[in-house]
DNA sequence: GGATATCGCTTGCAATTTGCAAGTCACGAC
DNA sequence: GTCGTGACTTGCAAATTGCAAGCGATATCC
């Protein structure tokens, strides 16, 4: 099977061709990215795990996140069979590949401004690493299906 | 001097003091990186320079955008001292410092969907001298002043 | 096995933001 | 001094956000 059928989403209707732009059609809002970070770094997997993060994302918002960035192929949905009320979150092959630029940004904003989280900040200034481990964990999660 | 008397903004008020949020609150939306990008890559400085950028942003938001970023620190504008209906607009060392995360997302788009501009994406690869070049360039146009 | 709680949403609605089009106003060119 | 240009501002309809309340399916308790 080629990677390219594998693709979920046909190029769509974009702006433009720019790789940026298409970066940012796909997570360029407030809150996409926050949904993927709770997923990488704090193992929520949820409804209720994003809910209840920091930043007190909106209901609604939150529905309507989970169901584009799991339309784009960055997370997948399925039902818990331990408690089949639940529907647990995960990220995809896709999603886990947005560690670099969650990586960057957090190391921007940490040099630029007073941030709080510094143990993160300084976990990440080694990228190498702090990428490896990451990978490593999320392999993890799989294996654990 | 200390670096912290220089922050333009003191951190506001913040939905959370996670670094990735406070960048988000900065860049998260739509437009403000592909105005970064504009000036990083393709040398806009003027008004015009942007609203004839391939995406089309409209007018009012535009001129949102160019206030925003000043006001945090990201872009300076300037009087055109040649032609005084002119403004110029520069990044800032926190401006260009953004490079990496602009990078990133390409790359990541580029590599999850079909995106344009193979050229670019192809010079990113090599993300050390892509940098390396980007703030040389920067520089120069510091020079020119 | 019927009442009660929990989970993952949906709905309503006001407020903000976006996007497009049409000005406006200072300056420069001729 | 008239005309064009550059950088915006204004008006307005449509879409998105944010908060609160509700709802249906499943689990838990007694």
Redesign the interface.
């Known amino acids: 099977m080629l990677a ?1 059928a594998m ?1 979920r ?3 769509a209707t974009r ?12 997570v ?3 809150w996409s ?2 949904v993927v ?1 709770d997923m990488m770094l704090r193992g929520a997997s949820h409804y209720a795990d994003f809910l209840n993060g ?3 994302i909106a209901t609604n918002i939150l529905a309507d996140r989970l169901r584009k960035l799991a339309q784009i ?1 960055i997370i997948s949905a399925a039902r818990d069979t331990q408690d089949r009320r639940k529907r647990i979150y995960r990220l995809t092959k ?1 999603g886990i ?2 560690a ?18 510094q143990p ?2 300084r976990s990440m200034r080694d990228k190498k690493s702090f990428l490896t481990a990451i990978r490593a964990r999320w392999q993890d999660t799989l294996q654990a299906l």
């Open positions: 390219c693709r989403t046909p190029p702006r433009s061709g720019c790789p940026l732009n298409a970066a940012l059609e796909m360029g809002d407030r990215l926050l970070r920091h930043e007190r192929g896709k590949a947005l670099p630029v969650l990586v960057e940004m957090v190391l921007w904003a940490a040099s630029h401004e007073a941030t709080g989280n993160l900040v």
